[in-house]
């Protein structure tokens, strides 16, 4: 059986320069965080806003219903 060729080495890894890499955080990320989170406050719903009957209904409810078939029931 032939013998498999040697692997070669792999090349030397150069870690890259952190010198010149700008910080996440700055002043121009956080204020259009502060805004996205101001606006999605004023555009926020509560649930007085969507229950336009107030406290409770002001008639009963009716109760009868025609079956599918056009019956009375």
Known sequence: ???MPAMPAPP?????KTEDVPSYE??????AELE???AAEISRTGR????????????DPEL?????LGEEE
């Not at 030397?12 to 890259?16: G, K, L, V, Y």
């Not at 700055?26 to 204020?31: A, I, L, S, T, V």
């Not at 009868?64 to 599918?68: A, M, N, V």
């Open 48 to 59: 007085r806003s969507t229950i336009k009957t107030g406290t409770g209904l002001l008639s």
């Open 1 to 3: 059986m032939p013998k």
């Open 64 to 68: 009868y219903q025609k079956s599918l």
């Open 26 to 31: 700055d002043q121009q990320r956080e204020k």
């Open 36 to 38: 996205k989170l101001r």
């Open 12 to 16: 030397q890894f150069e870690m890259p």
